[in-house]
Nanobody
Framework: QVTLVESVGGLVQDGGSLRLSCAAS????????MSWFRQAPGKEREFVGG????????YYGDSVKGRFTISRDNAKNTIDLQMNRLKPDDTAVYYC???????????????????WGQGTQVTVSS
């Protein structure tokens, strides 16, 4: 059974930082893209950023570029999301996702990912 487990999020003040981690088990994703998405109440799930299997050239959504950084460790089957200069608009449930597709590159559509974590709440207070 494949599972993705995110670390606990939390409450952060405007301008603060938070790091999320996601650990995969049940299979290796060393040849697949892994990404982070988020969903705020009343909104669609949004691509935050992702990284291909090699870990090079991560790709970010426009709303987080320059503030968030994604990294992965294939040996540990993990992906991390470092969030800096957080804003109240970043408040959402954050999900890590993994694809079973081994084609190169990062896909930004939720439909392109086969495995999802349970989600973790991140709240940024103003």
């Amino acid at each position: 059974q494949v599972t993705l487990v995110e670390s606990v999020g939390g409450l952060v003040q405007d301008g603060g930082s938070l790091r999320l981690s996601c650990a995969a088990s049940g299979r290796t994703f060393s040849r697949s893209a892994m990404s982070w998405f988020r969903q705020a109440p009343g909104k669609e799930r949004e691509f935050v950023g992702g990284v291909s299997w090699s870990g090079s050239s991560p790709y970010y959504g426009d709303s987080v570029k320059g503030r968030f950084t994604i990294s992965r460790d294939n040996a540990k089957n993990t992906i991390d999301l470092q969030m800096n200069r957080l804003k109240p608009d970043d408040t959402a449930v954050y999900y890590c996702a993994a694809s079973s597709n081994t084609k190169p590159g990062v896909r930004i559509g939720a439909e392109d990912y086969d495995y999802w974590g349970q989600g973790t709440q991140v709240t940024v207070s103003s």
